[in-house]
């Protein structure tokens, strides 16, 4: 995906964070890739919320990187694909953001970079 692309595509998310160069975080060989954090009541709430999210990625035909740390579910699209970012994760994020987001408080553990 091209950078003005993948620009545009970012520019309708809330509460992702778009790491596309050195200045914000991206590391020599990595992809850039966007990520997003959940913050849950407890553990066992993030742990339950994997599967409902990789339901949504099956149906989109991506493997995004899940990780839960505590009390917060990080999702992570587009940083171990040799393609780099896809439309697919871009539709994914979108679909999260509707389908879990207004249930779940988002948590965006760094402000979003512009």
Known sequence: MKAERVQFRYSFLEGWVLVDDTSNGLV???QPHIWT??????????CELV??????????CIAPQL?????????????DSPEGL?????DFAEEIDEEIGPR??????VKRIS
């Not at 599967?51 to 989109?60: K, L, Q, S, T, V």
């Not at 896809?86 to 871009?90: G, I, K, L, P, Q």
């Not at 779940?104 to 553990?109: G, M, V």
Request: hydrophobic letters at 45%; proline letters at 2%; a negative charge.
């Open 67 to 79: 990780d839960v740390r505590r009390n917060v579910l990080f999702v992570t699209l587009g940083k």
């Open 86 to 90: 896809t439309e697919a994760d871009f």
């Open 51 to 60: 599967p409902e999210i990789g339901m949504i990625a099956d149906r989109h």
């Open 37 to 46: 954090a959940y913050e849950m009541a407890d553990h066992l709430e993030a």
């Open 104 to 109: 779940l408080k988002a948590s965006c553990l």
């Open 28 to 30: 020599a060989g990595e």
